[in-house]
């Protein structure tokens, strides 16, 4: 797995080609090693990734961002309208910096 660490965040990203196996090996890490971080998950790689692929980390992005952190998914194949509402995902990594960012704040105005 690629890590890159940000003041604000961690970016995760895969370094096999295997997006089901990264997102179960993500479910068992991150509540262990990335609890109190915000995180990226960086799937530019998969440029065939399907909205079936995504949900695959639906649960996780659930229980992260009920710990009061981000957790952002980066795709650029996927169309955002198509994603539920409960999953975060944009574009690009400087997007998902700003999302983070823009959710720093608003958790620390309260909201």
Known sequence: MKIDKH???IVLGDEKD????????????????YENDNLVIDLLKY???????????????????????????????IDVDDVPL????????VEAGDIVEMEEIERDLGF
């Open 7 to 9: 003041d604000k965040y």
């Open 86 to 93: 409960e999953m975060i995902l944009v574009p690009s990594l």
């Open 47 to 77: 440029e065939d990734l399907t909205l079936d692929d995504l949900l695959m980390f639906l649960k996780l992005s659930n229980y992260h961002r009920s710990t009061k952190h981000s957790f952002v998914l980066v795709n650029d194949r």
């Open 18 to 33: 295997d997006v089901g196996r990264f997102a179960t090996y993500l479910e068992r890490i991150v509540p262990e090693r």
